[in-house]
């Protein structure tokens, strides 16, 4: 059972970008405060999934909502540019999806997930998965009020993914080394990612994944406390 809402949609120029302004940073942050106020009047955990395209974050969330689904009510919001593609594949698992399409913007904010939150009833849900634009850089910086940061990461991107993109590993509560079961294909070391990111943030949980097999979802729902 698929149970797409209609998806939220991007004004043109509505999305702040940190290149043109940084005091558009600012009004995100503000954003962001009221969204977590929100989220928390309602007893609602929401976790950002963050992550390059391909890296595994929808399959993650496909897992973690198979996972969860029978101790929390779950709904999630799918950043993609113009398809609904991850928002359907979540769906299938008896959700609620809300697609956020940004248009051409590589990042969600806190006033698109803001809008969001109109598709859905928070009363009605306890966990709220928001999977990021796939897009390693500019998610950093918009926090969009989330309780916890995933950042998802692959072996498939080779063995400096963690280390070039430093910003987002520092704001990451969590980081998956997805895809594990490809490493010695790709000439990866797992456990060099795990160093590497211990090294940019000594608070993160790492957790090395197959989530196609379902190999570590068990770990990421410890680390995030779930
Ligand atoms: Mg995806
Ligand atoms: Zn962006």
Same mark, same amino acid.
């Given at each position: !059972?698929?149970?797409?809402?209609? /998806?939220?949609?991007?004004e043109?120029?509505e999305?702040?970008?940190i290149e043109?302004?940084?005091?558009?940073?600012k009004? =995100?942050?503000?954003?962001?405060a009221?969204?977590?106020?929100?989220?928390?009047?309602? =007893?609602?955990?929401?976790?950002?999934? @963050?992550?390059?395209?391909?890296?595994?974050?929808?399959?993650?969330i496909?897992?973690?909502?198979?996972?969860?689904?029978?101790?929390?009510?779950?709904?999630?919001?799918? *950043?993609?540019?113009?398809?609904?593609?991850? /928002?359907?594949?979540?769906?299938?698992?008896?959700?609620e999806?809300? +697609?956020?399409?940004?248009?051409?913007?590589c990042?969600?904010? /806190?006033?698109?997930?803001r809008?969001?939150f109109? $598709?859905?009833?928070?009363?009605?849900?306890?966990? #709220?998965?928001?999977?990021n634009v796939?897009?390693?850089?500019? +998610?950093?910086?918009?926090?969009?009020?989330?309780?916890? $940061?995933?950042?998802v990461?692959?072996?498939?991107?080779? +063995?400096? !993914?963690?280390v070039?993109?430093?910003?987002?590993? @520092?704001?990451?509560?969590?980081?998956?080394?997805?895809?594990?079961?490809l490493?010695?294909? !790709?000439?990866?070391?797992?456990?060099?990612?795990?160093t590497?990111?211990?090294?940019?943030?000594?608070?993160?949980?790492?957790?090395?994944t197959?989530?196609?097999?379902?190999? *570590?979802?068990?770990?990421?729902?410890?680390? #995030?406390?779930l």
């Amino acid at each position: !059972m698929t149970r797409l809402k209609e /998806a939220v949609k991007a004004e043109e120029g509505e999305i702040y970008d940190i290149e043109l302004d940084a005091d558009l940073l600012k009004v =995100n942050e503000e954003l962001a405060a009221k969204n977590r106020e929100l989220l928390r009047k309602h =007893n609602v955990t929401a976790i950002d999934v @963050m992550g390059a395209i391909g890296s595994g974050k929808t399959t993650l969330i496909e897992k973690l909502v198979q996972a969860l689904k029978g101790k929390y009510r779950i709904a999630a919001f799918k *950043g993609d540019l113009t398809t609904t593609i991850d /928002a359907g594949l979540i769906g299938k698992h008896g959700v609620e999806v809300v +697609p956020i399409n940004t248009g051409k913007e590589c990042h969600l904010d /806190a006033n698109l997930v803001r809008k969001a939150f109109k $598709r859905i009833n928070l009363a009605e849900i306890d966990l #709220l998965f928001i999977e990021n634009v796939g897009n390693l850089i500019c +998610p950093a910086d918009f926090p969009l009020g989330s309780e916890k $940061r995933i950042v998802v990461v692959s072996v498939t991107e080779g +063995p400096y !993914m963690v280390v070039k993109h430093p910003f987002i590993f @520092m704001r990451a509560d969590v980081a998956v080394i997805n895809k594990k079961d490809l490493a010695q294909a !790709m000439g990866v070391d797992v456990k060099k990612l795990e160093t590497d990111v211990k090294e940019i943030n000594p608070n993160a949980k790492v957790v090395a994944t197959n989530c196609r097999s379902g190999e *570590g979802v068990i770990e990421v729902v410890c680390a #995030l406390g779930l």
